[in-house]
């Protein structure tokens, strides 16, 4: 029987993670993730859940613990948001160069200064550059599932995955998700092999000072240099796509929820204009989708469910027929536009589409994006027919 | 206990050829202390001289797993391993935590704090060359006052930060200053270390050839003279029970300290103090003694 619960976002994160049978958990305080290590250390603390829960004094910390634990062996998870995930920059480049399968939740918020505790995707897209992946969430649902998936993904190819949903929006909002049979996760999920063996036979120098040109080992063999271990993080997640749809794939058989995509479609069969976002506001950009439909405008909705790697060659696919592209950006890369909009721009070069792109930045600090209001910015993008320069600011006056 | 050189394990786990400069105090120090670890010790270490020691991939000096860490984050690095291994079922290891005093001092305070504060079960061990001597003797919380490095050119105004004070004010099971000028005491005080559970933290002081300006050859007489004028003071503190240790318990029972003036003429670092900051030192020191000489009473 298929076990229902009404919960948040938070609460889902931290069930995936228990499910998911982790084995170290750190994290910090940080509005609005705090009930995740706060779930977690209940779990731990009334048995429910066999871990070792360190309450660190900041994220660096928190991530250095998951980092040192992913090392020696263990199964990690950390939570975080906003200005905690920058002040985790460093750990972050570090635990994707020492190819560590850590799971991250990441309840987006806004960056200080000023400050906001509310949602936008600034504290993510600012980060991905690190060598993390990277998938975003409509729904509790997709967390939950996200995260058993993010282990499997990441301990198969040895890349750190992010798995990000609204802040608010998802983190605090309740709504029925199906629990995952914990039976069935421990079949779909094996118990982790770490790459290297801190307590092995051979002493190890893990992480060391490299060269730019490869050095012999003591047996005279060519080892890699630093840019050929860089070239490697690079070319893994350059197939990490096959792996994250082969794992979405067979969730969907055990589950019955399949995740066999890279990108979340709403009436796109047909659709001359799409409206391209990530995260929740898929919710709403299908509901805006319906009322143009209704007006006669041929509209769908795709939405990025993985953002590293890029789905530079599904985002192709999927937009092979579209004329209009209207893309909605809760981030902005100053100085020029939203990341989105950019990467989405740069994968259709390749392949000559040359759509109608007008990108909006929406929803920073929380700021509330209806479906009404993605109507607007749809009609007014299609009336100005590419006569809109650089991004467009939804709403805001002042 | 007191180890006698006949005692020391002849098991060597710094291979020949390291990376470290010539005369090398922390070459020397890191010799008995992991003679005194064992194999069963998982090492952490951040970026630091210690990292040039184990040399560069894919070769290393030292026959011991050493899992290297960002700067500031020594502490959290060996919690995150303690707390695997716990959970892994593997109870059987020392983990270690090494960093210089840029690494412990200045950024590495906050992780080492809190995780001394939860008393994670780990043995830090602090190598205080006094500044930063891998990017270019640059200044750091240890650096003495009256010091020239390249960032104090004209000297150091401030007197050095006491991380084995604060460590101590952490109420952990163990603290204790050693110096590799006196190897059996260093090794003792790790041995001692390996058997307690919690935190424990070992500062070492380290003469360093290049950034003090003294000849190689002089290392162990460096050494002995941060001993003998008290700039540096063997003690331990365990289970909050204080005790000089060593050369500076001889010195507190029969002798007294020579003048600083005799430790600051061997080095280049000292030579643009004027008479009063070298005045202003020995007062600073001759105070420190006494709090030192009166705990040290009250306990024996």
Known sequence: ?398 | MNTTVMQLPEEEYILPGTRACSGCGLSLAYRYILKALGDKAILTIPASCLTVLHGLYPSTSVRLTNINTAFATTAASATGIVAALKALGKTDYTVVGIAGDGGTFDIGIQALSAAAERNTDFLYICYDNEGYMNTGTQRSSATPMGAHTTTTPTTKIEHKKDMLAIMEAHGIPYVASASPAYPLDLFDKVKEARTIQGTRFIQVNIPCAPGWGFPTEDLIKLGKMAVDTAMWVLYEVKAGSFRLTGRSRSIARRGQNKPVGQYLKLQERFRQMTPEQTDHLQTWVDQRWERFLQRHQVSD
């Open chain 1, 1 to 398: 029987m298929v076990k229902v619960r009404i919960i948040n976002g938070n609460e889902a994160a931290a069930l995936g993670a228990k499910l998911s049978g982790v084995q170290v958990v750190a994290a910090y305080p940080i509005t609005p993730q705090s009930k995740i290590p706060e779930t977690l250390a209940k779990y731990v603390e009334s048995g429910e859940l066999k871990a070792e829960f360190i309450r660190v004094e900041s994220e660096h910390s928190a991530l250095t613990v998951c980092i040192s634990a992913s090392t020696v062996g263990a199964r990690v998870f950390t939570a975080t948001a906003a200005n905690g995930l920058a002040y985790m920059h460093e750990q972050l480049h570090w635990a994707a160069g020492a190819r560590l399968p850590i799971v991250m939740a990441l309840a987006n918020r806004g960056l200080g200064a000023p400050w906001t505790i509310f949602n936008d995707m600034q504290d993510s897209i600012a980060q991905r550059d690190t060598g993390w992946m990277q998938v975003y969430c409509r729904d509790n649902q997709e967390i939950i599932d996200s995260i058993i998936m993010g282990y499997k993904i990441s301990e198969q190819i040895h890349v750190p995955m992010m798995v990000c949903f609204d802040g608010f929006v998802l983190s605090h909002t309740v709504m029925p998700v199906e629990l995952p049979d914990q039976e069935r996760v421990d079949a779909f999920l094996p118990a982790y092999k770490p790459h290297l063996q801190v307590d092995g036979p051979e002493p190890l120098n893990i992480n060391p000072v490299m060269l730019a040109e490869p050095r012999a080992d003591a047996r005279g063999v060519a080892c890699p240099s630093y840019m050929g271990f860089r070239m490697r993080l690079q070319k893994t997640l350059e197939g990490a796509e096959d792996v994250i749809l082969q794992v979405g794939r067979e969730f969907g058989d055990l589950f019955g929820r399949h995740y066999g995509y890279l990108l979340w479609e709403y009436r796109t069969d047909g659709a001359d204009t799409i409206l391209l976002t990530m995260g929740s506001l898929a919710n709403e950009a299908s509901l805006a989708a319906d009322q143009l439909r209704e007006k006669g405008y041929k509209a769908g909705v795709v939405a990025l469910r993985v953002f590293r790697p890029f789905p530079a060659e599904a985002l192709r696919k999927a937009l092979s027929q579209v004329e209009n592209l209207i893309v909605f950006d809760k981030n902005i890369s100053y100085g020029y536009e939203g990341a989105t909009c950019t990467e989405t721009k740069a994968a259709l070069f390749d392949s000559g589409l040359r759509p109608v792109i007008t990108n909006f930045i929406v929803g920073l600090g929380g700021k509330s994006v209806s479906p009404a209001d993605l109507q607007s910015a749809a009609l007014a993008a299609l009336q100005q027919k590419g006569r809109i320069n650089g991004p467009q600011w939804l709403g805001v006056a002042v």
